[in-house]
């Protein structure tokens, strides 16, 4: 599958919502039992430990196991076999994708359909997972759990952000069995577990490494340095007519863009200028055809858009957001618009999967509570002894507030997604008698 | 795949492959000079299209979302027709890049350069157990690549053909690297299956002379050392289960002949032999006092590090007897099968780094015994293994020498030679005999014939005769 192709696709999916009622919210009721945290504290793990670890590269063994499951079976299902091959492939220590080589020659029309394929291992784990919480198999469970949030630490390491994005989709399909098993009596306090995953669980450091490489190895033929002939432009016209092509673009014609432009005097001077002010020697820039000083342009403008962007990642969702809106649109959009990330999306969709982890953690700090109370839950959330993560959408703590015997506890959508019930998630909890 | 499964049924794909008959091989070739420069052809990869990476992971990779194209019934029934219609039919159906992009990143895996097929820890810790899901599909992608290969050949685009040539051989060169004789087993068919195309180009007016390209190919296309060591490995590891320092309770060697008799009787069935009861056969044997005594003698003599001769050999052997005289009659037995085996196996696979044909002389001189031992079901014979690599080469080796005469008769007028000396060219032996092969020239006909490991003369596989005749 095509990458851009398959980021909406995944994007899409990550924007359903749960169970969604009419008030816009997603509802998620959890009846809980008190339990008190195991001893020793960290016996329980959500992530494959150093000590289950071997040498070696999951990715392969994942594409194995896919392989044999398409030819030998028509349907989405895993043999035991093969999800016990994928356990053992989760913890490998060296993921590598191998593909930096091809991302620098394929540029946006890498081909990436093995990520999109780990989608349906994941959905053979979480089978294996539900039937192993309805058998009340708890270790069992969390070594599923395990492996599947290893199979998406795995995707942070691709590339690309799609790579990213199908990583926050496959915790997303772990967690919803999670949420079955600690409902179950004996299940033990995951409290510490969750406390002890990374954060971000998702990092999208290499995705957007991946992105900026993408646009990059595009371009390798527009030259910054010596002017460049009739026959280069040409080529590397026809080159982007294919590019906007696979974009849907009605940009057929690039030619036709470009004599739009190099046709205005002042704006040819103008683009001049602001090669010159980017760092370009002057006397270079003024032996550029006026096709090739367009063109130049037009990438500085879609870097500095696209960084503008960028810049933001590294900073807490409820600062992005606040920040996000105040960039700029050009007044007119690069020709090459339509490749700067949907890096709000992609943010928001990390966002949420943070949300939903702290969210959890709260529901396991609750039964903590509960275990040493009586089975009482707290009044506020500062009642809590244990340190609770605030709801990364507003860099604050969590709403949360005890109706009778049921707790009310509620996430914050990010800017502009007020009206998605998959943003508004609203966890109603009560304590099993 | 089950390992063990597979062996069998890969074996059974080797044996009957392509050129394997007794009627002669026709060739109508058009003399042909070499091309300048010499190897402007290859027919593997060279270093300079080589990138960084691990070829494995990309040949898994071109099954990703691919169901349809290499599984479904449609798309096989497709490949098969393509890969059995003549030339002249396949032209006229455009499939030059019949694939798309699956068959493309082929090409691409077959041109990295680190392999690593990530199954060599799990041969060390699952032994017999270990699943191989990569091995059997990656036939079929060597079939899908045949069939693109053909399509190639037959539109003329003989540049592109041998690209696809590089990567049939590439990946077959790989596997060659595979860690269990299985993977080597497809490697062999593979590079058969490029090897019955070539004879196909080389016929086509046109095609570049590949005499050189071809001399230019490795002596094994496709080694079998790695899989030779890591089905050792896997028996080894499976053998372990049987210890020879400390008597085993009655319950751990009910596991061990429970789990031994399931491999062997699983192993019989897909290889087409009649089942035999392991337990029945070891009941037999434990409640024979005089043979638990030998065996248990075989144990301690086979474990004595002392010369013979040596004043305290015996001293040793008494007390390694008497260990073993500790252990459950069933644990000397096993233990006794165990060594016997080792040593079977190991007299076999010294040979494996010889020539073909030194081998067979060597079995003529030996005399082995027929007996076969309890775990001799363990991984495919050995020698039709390394049989079926010599037939790969022979044929590699032949479709050199027509080659030869392609070059040969382009000096001379469209002429044969009367014998293989005139063409002053250097012309491998047969791999089966060590000797020149057979030719002789009548009318304007070359008849070439192979030979055969002895005792397989009669085996159509291995009598090729090649009759070649210049356009």
Same mark, same amino acid.
């Given at each position: 599958?095509?990458?851009?192709?398959?980021?909406?696709?995944?994007?899409?999916?990550?924007?359903?919502?749960?169970?969604?009622?009419?008030?816009?919210?997603?509802?998620?009721?959890?009846?809980?039992?008190?339990?008190?945290?195991?001893?020793?504290?960290?016996?329980?793990?959500?992530?494959?430990?150093?000590?289950?670890?071997?040498?070696?590269?999951?990715?392969?063994?994942?594409?194995?196991?896919?392989?044999?499951?398409?030819?030998?079976?028509?349907?989405?299902?895993?043999?035991?076999?093969?999800?016990?091959?994928?356990?053992?492939?989760?913890?490998?220590?060296?993921?590598?994708?191998?593909?930096?080589?091809?991302?620098?020659?394929?540029?946006?029309?890498?081909?990436?359909?093995?990520?999109?394929?780990?989608?349906?291992?994941?959905?053979?784990?979480?089978?294996?997972?539900?039937?192993?919480?309805?058998?009340?198999?708890?270790?069992?469970?969390?070594?599923?759990?395990?492996?599947?949030?290893?199979?998406?630490?795995?995707?942070?390491?691709?590339?690309?952000?799609?790579?990213?994005?199908?990583?926050?989709?496959?915790?997303?399909?772990?967690?919803?069995?999670?949420?079955?098993?600690?409902?179950?009596?004996?299940?033990?306090?995951?409290?510490?577990?969750?406390?002890?995953?990374?954060?971000?669980?998702?990092?999208?450091?290499?995705?957007?490494?991946?992105?900026?490489?993408?646009?990059?190895?595009?371009?390798?033929?527009?030259?910054?340095?010596?002017?460049?002939?009739?026959?280069?432009?040409?080529?590397?016209?026809?080159?982007?007519?294919?590019?906007?092509?696979?974009?849907?673009?009605?940009?057929?014609?690039?030619?036709?863009?470009?004599?739009?432009?190099?046709?205005?005097?002042?704006?040819?001077?103008?683009?001049?200028?602001?090669?010159?002010?980017?760092?370009?020697?002057?006397?270079?820039?003024?032996?550029?055809?006026?096709?090739?000083?367009?063109?130049?342009?037009?990438?500085?403008?879609?870097?500095?858009?696209?960084?503008?962007?960028?810049?933001?990642?590294?900073?807490?969702?409820?600062?992005?957001?606040?920040?996000?809106?105040?960039?700029?649109?050009?007044?007119?959009?690069?020709?090459?618009?339509?490749?700067?990330?949907?890096?709000?999306?992609?943010?928001?969709?990390?966002?949420?999967?943070?949300?939903?982890?702290?969210?959890?953690?709260?529901?396991?700090?609750?039964?903590?509570?509960?275990?040493?109370?009586?089975?009482?839950?707290?009044?506020?959330?500062?009642?809590?002894?244990?340190?609770?993560?605030?709801?990364?959408?507003?860099?604050?703590?969590?709403?949360?507030?005890?109706?009778?015997?049921?707790?009310?506890?509620?996430?914050?959508?990010?800017?502009?997604?007020?009206?998605?019930?998959?943003?508004?998630?609203?966890?109603?909890?009560?304590?099993?008698? | 795949?089950?390992?063990?499964?597979?062996?069998?049924?890969?074996?059974?794909?080797?044996?009957?492959?392509?050129?394997?008959?007794?009627?002669?091989?026709?060739? %109508?070739?058009?003399?042909?000079?070499?091309?300048?420069?010499?190897?402007?052809?290859?027919?593997?990869?060279?270093?300079?299209?080589?990138?960084?990476?691990?070829?494995?992971?990309?040949?898994?990779?071109?099954?990703?979302?691919?169901?349809?194209?290499?599984?479904?019934?449609?798309?096989?029934?497709?490949?098969?027709?393509?890969?059995?219609?003549?030339?002249? %039919?396949?032209?006229?159906?455009?499939?030059?890049?019949?694939?798309?992009?699956?068959?493309?990143?082929?090409?691409?895996?077959?041109?990295?350069?680190?392999?690593?097929?990530?199954?060599?820890?799990?041969?060390?810790?699952?032994?017999?157990?270990?699943?191989?899901?990569?091995?059997?599909?990656?036939?079929?992608?060597?079939?899908?690549?045949?069939?693109?290969?053909?399509?190639?050949?037959?539109?003329?685009?003989?540049?592109?053909?041998?690209?696809?040539?590089?990567?049939?051989?590439?990946?077959?060169?790989?596997?060659?690297?595979?860690?269990?004789?299985?993977?080597?087993?497809?490697?062999?068919?593979?590079?058969?299956?490029?090897?019955?195309?070539?004879?196909?180009?080389?016929?086509?007016?046109?095609?570049?002379?590949?005499?050189?390209?071809?001399?230019?190919?490795?002596?094994?296309?496709?080694?079998?050392?790695?899989?030779?060591?890591?089905?050792?490995?896997?028996?080894?590891?499976?053998?372990?289960?049987?210890?020879?320092?400390?008597?085993?309770?009655?319950?751990?060697?009910?596991?061990?002949?429970?789990?031994?008799?399931?491999?062997?009787?699983?192993?019989?069935?897909?290889?087409?032999?009649?089942?035999?009861?392991?337990?029945?056969?070891?009941?037999?044997?434990?409640?024979?006092?005089?043979?638990?005594?030998?065996?248990?003698?075989?144990?301690?003599?086979?474990?004595?590090?002392?010369?013979?001769?040596?004043?305290?050999?015996?001293?040793?052997?008494?007390?390694?007897?008497?260990?073993?005289?500790?252990?459950?009659?069933?644990?000397?037995?096993?233990?006794?099968?165990?060594?016997?085996?080792?040593?079977?196996?190991?007299?076999?696979?010294?040979?494996?780094?010889?020539?073909?044909?030194?081998?067979?002389?060597?079995?003529?001189?030996?005399?082995?015994?027929?007996?076969?031992?309890?775990?001799?079901?363990?991984?495919?014979?050995?020698?039709?293994?390394?049989?079926?690599?010599?037939?790969?080469?022979?044929?590699?080796?032949?479709?050199?020498?027509?080659?030869?005469?392609?070059?040969?008769?382009?000096?001379?007028?469209?002429?044969?030679?009367?014998?293989?000396?005139?063409?002053?060219?250097?012309?491998?032996?047969?791999?089966?005999?060590?000797?020149?092969?057979?030719?002789?020239?009548?009318?304007?006909?070359?008849?070439?014939?192979?030979?055969?490991?002895?005792?397989?003369?009669?085996?159509?596989?291995?009598?090729?005769?090649?009759?070649?005749?210049?356009?």
């Amino acid at each position: 599958m095509r990458r851009w192709f398959c980021c909406c696709a995944v994007l899409a999916v990550l924007a359903l919502p749960i169970r969604a009622d009419e008030a816009n919210e997603t509802v998620i009721q959890v009846t809980v039992s008190p339990m008190r945290a195991p001893k020793p504290a960290l016996r329980y793990t959500l992530l494959p430990e150093l000590k289950e670890m071997n040498p070696g590269n999951p990715i392969p063994n994942y594409l194995k196991i896919l392989v044999d499951q398409e030819q030998s079976s028509q349907t989405e299902s895993f043999s035991p076999a093969a999800l016990r091959l994928a356990d053992w492939a989760a913890r490998l220590d060296s993921p590598d994708w191998e593909i930096l080589p091809k991302l620098k020659t394929d540029g946006v029309g890498l081909l990436i359909p093995d990520v999109q394929k780990l989608r349906s291992l994941a959905t053979g784990f979480q089978e294996r997972f539900r039937s192993e919480v309805a058998q009340g198999r708890v270790e069992d469970g969390l070594r599923t759990a395990k492996s599947m949030f290893a199979l998406a630490r795995h995707l942070r390491t691709h590339p690309t952000l799609i790579g990213g994005l199908v990583g926050i989709a496959i915790a997303f399909v772990t967690i919803d069995p999670l949420e079955q098993l600690i409902q179950q009596p004996n299940c033990p306090n995951l409290y510490w577990a969750l406390t002890n995953l990374p954060r971000p669980f998702i990092s999208l450091d290499k995705g957007m490494e991946g992105e900026r490489l993408l646009i990059q190895s595009e371009f390798k033929e527009l030259d910054y340095h010596t002017p460049m002939t009739p026959a280069q432009i040409a080529k590397l016209v026809r080159h982007i007519d294919l590019l906007l092509a696979m974009e849907n673009r009605p940009h057929s014609t690039t030619r036709q863009w470009l004599d739009k432009h190099t046709q205005d005097k002042a704006q040819v001077q103008a683009a001049r200028a602001r090669l010159v002010d980017f760092g370009l020697a002057e006397e270079q820039v003024a032996r550029f055809p006026a096709d090739q000083v367009i063109l130049l342009d037009d990438v500085r403008g879609y870097e500095t858009y696209r960084d503008d962007f960028m810049k933001l990642m590294n900073l807490p969702d409820w600062e992005l957001d606040r920040l996000a809106v105040q960039i700029k649109r050009p007044k007119e959009p690069p020709l090459f618009d339509a490749f700067v990330p949907a890096i709000l999306k992609v943010r928001h969709a990390q966002g949420r999967l943070e949300q939903r982890i702290a969210l959890l953690r709260h529901v396991e700090a609750l039964r903590l509570y509960a275990a040493d109370h009586a089975g009482k839950l707290p009044a506020k959330l500062a009642d809590v002894p244990v340190p609770l993560p605030h709801d990364p959408f507003t860099g604050k703590p969590f709403r949360y507030r005890l109706a009778g015997e049921t707790a009310h506890l509620y996430g914050t959508p990010p800017r502009g997604e007020e009206k998605n019930a998959g943003y508004n998630i609203h966890y109603e909890i009560t304590i099993r008698k | 795949m089950h390992r063990v499964l597979l062996t069998a049924v890969v074996l059974t794909w080797l044996l009957p492959s392509a050129q394997g008959s007794d009627s002669p091989v026709r060739f %109508q070739v058009q003399p042909m000079a070499a091309p300048k420069p010499a190897l402007r052809y290859v027919l593997l990869p060279e270093v300079r299209e080589l990138h960084p990476g691990n070829p494995a992971q990309w040949y898994v990779r071109c099954f990703a979302e691919q169901r349809n194209f290499f599984f479904s019934k449609e798309g096989v029934t497709e490949r098969e027709r393509y890969r059995a219609l003549p030339l002249a %039919q396949l032209r006229s159906q455009h499939l030059d890049d019949y694939g798309g992009n699956a068959l493309r990143q082929a090409d691409w895996a077959a041109r990295l350069d680190a392999l690593d097929w990530q199954v060599g820890q799990r041969l060390r810790t699952d032994g017999l157990d270990v699943q191989l899901p990569e091995v059997q599909p990656l036939r079929i992608l060597g079939m899908a690549l045949q069939a693109r290969f053909r399509a190639r050949i037959a539109a003329g685009h003989f540049d592109s053909a041998i690209d696809n040539a590089k990567t049939m051989f590439g990946l077959a060169r790989h596997l060659g690297q595979y860690p269990a004789l299985a993977g080597n087993q497809i490697g062999l068919s593979i590079a058969n299956q490029a090897v019955d195309s070539l004879d196909e180009m080389v016929q086509q007016p046109g095609c570049p002379n590949l005499y050189w390209a071809l001399t230019d190919l490795p002596r094994h296309v496709v080694e079998l050392r790695q899989g030779v060591q890591g089905d050792r490995t896997q028996a080894d590891v499976e053998l372990a289960r049987i210890h020879d320092d400390a008597p085993m309770s009655a319950e751990e060697l009910e596991q061990v002949v429970s789990r031994l008799s399931g491999r062997m009787g699983f192993a019989r069935e897909q290889a087409g032999l009649p089942p035999r009861s392991v337990r029945a056969g070891l009941e037999a044997r434990v409640h024979n006092a005089d043979q638990v005594r030998a065996a248990c003698r075989r144990l301690a003599s086979a474990e004595c590090t002392d010369d013979a001769s040596a004043p305290q050999a015996a001293y040793q052997f008494l007390e390694l007897s008497m260990k073993y005289n500790k252990f459950p009659p069933m644990q000397v037995i096993l233990l006794d099968e165990k060594r016997a085996y080792q040593a079977r196996r190991d007299q076999t696979m010294k040979l494996l780094g010889l020539e073909a044909w030194q081998i067979d002389n060597m079995l003529a001189r030996e005399k082995r015994s027929a007996d076969k031992g309890l775990f001799d079901g363990f991984g495919p014979d050995l020698l039709q293994m390394k049989w079926a690599q010599a037939r790969l080469e022979q044929r590699l080796a032949l479709l050199r020498h027509v080659e030869a005469l392609r070059l040969y008769a382009a000096g001379h007028h469209g002429k044969l030679p009367r014998q293989l000396a005139d063409m002053e060219l250097p012309l491998p032996s047969d791999p089966f005999t060590g000797k020149p092969f057979r030719y002789h020239l009548d009318g304007a006909t070359a008849y070439l014939d192979g030979g055969s490991p002895r005792g397989d003369g009669n085996q159509p596989t291995y009598n090729i005769h090649y009759e070649i005749t210049i356009r």
